[in-house]
Nanobody, 120 residues
Framework: QVQVVESGGGLVQPGGSLRLSCAAS????????MTWYRQAPGKQRELVAG???????NYADSVKGRFTISRLNARNTVYLQMNSLKPEDTAVYYC??????????????WGQGTQVTVSS
């Protein structure tokens, strides 16, 4: 069974920083990509940043230049460094592990989410 667990959320003042972590565990052969999404109250879930196993990255326009995604393939772990945080970054942040290959085949997995609140 594959588990995806996020950590690192919390309350931070505008202009501050947070680092989110996401770790996928289980009998995993490989993971194609790992992506951070977020969902604010009353809004749809949106992509924040993603990274492939080869290191290619993509970002939402709203976070470019402020957020950085990185990955440790050997540990099936991805990080999201968030700087210059704004109140509009407040949301539950979810990690998605895409095309996870195990002995049972291939599937996508989601974490339970971690709350990020940006407020003075």
């Amino acid at each position: 069974q594959v588990q995806v667990v996020e950590s690192g959320g919390g309350l931070v003042q505008p202009g501050g920083s947070l680092r989110l972590s996401c770790a996928a565990s289980g009998r995993i052969f490989s993971i194609n990509a790992m992506t951070w999404y977020r969902q604010a109250p009353g809004k749809q879930r949106e992509l924040v940043a993603g990274i492939t196993s080869g290191g290619s990255t993509n970002y939402a326009d709203s976070v470019k230049g402020r957020f950085t995604i990185s990955r440790l393939n050997a540990r099936n772990t991805v990080y999201l460094q968030m700087n210059s945080l704004k109140p509009e970054d407040t949301a539950v942040y979810y990690c998605n592990a895409e095309r996870v290959f195990t002995i049972a085949g291939q599937s996508d997995y989601w974490g339970q989410g971690t709350q990020v609140t940006v407020s003075s």
